[in-house]
Nanobody, 127 residues
Framework: QVQLVESGGGLVQAGGSLRLSCAAS????????MGWFRQAPGEEREFVAA????????YYADSVKGRFTISRDNAKNAVYLQMNSLKPEDTAVYYC????????????????????WGQGTQVTVSS
């Protein structure tokens, strides 16, 4: 069992930056692929970014490519999402998720591929 806790959300002006963190419990964190998703009010949950168990591979949604960076520190059981040049349309609740098989493929853009989810952290970008 893995528990995920996000932090770092808040209110920021357009063009600003935030760094989200996701702290994971469990000894097998380093074997999991990890992802970030977001959900705006009235919208479906959408993929933001994913990172392989080693951190050697990453993948981003087109909407955030070049602005967001996903990273992880397996020694600290943590995954991060650095968000720069934020836009009002980035406003959403952001969730981190763990995929326990540690597989790496484009299937990781699908929320159903993930086994564990955090409770989410709110990011609000004002114009």
């Amino acid at each position: 069992q893995v528990q995920l806790v996000e932090s770092g959300g808040g209110l920021v002006q357009a063009g600003g930056s935030l760094r989200l963190s996701c702290a994971a419990s469990g000894r097998t964190f380093s074997t999991y692929a990890m992802g970030w998703f977001r959900q705006a009010p009235g919208e479906e949950r959408e993929f933001v970014a994913a990172i392989s168990w080693s951190g050697g591979s990453t993948y981003y949604a087109d909407s955030v490519k070049g602005r967001f960076t996903i990273s992880r520190d397996n020694a600290k059981n943590a995954v991060y999402l650095q968000m720069n040049s934020l836009k009002p349309e980035d406003t959403a609740v952001y969730y981190c998720a763990a995929e326990s098989l540690g597989s790496w493929s484009l299937r990781l853009i699908n929320s159903y591929e993930y086994d564990y989810w955090g409770q989410g952290t709110q990011v609000t970008v004002s114009s």
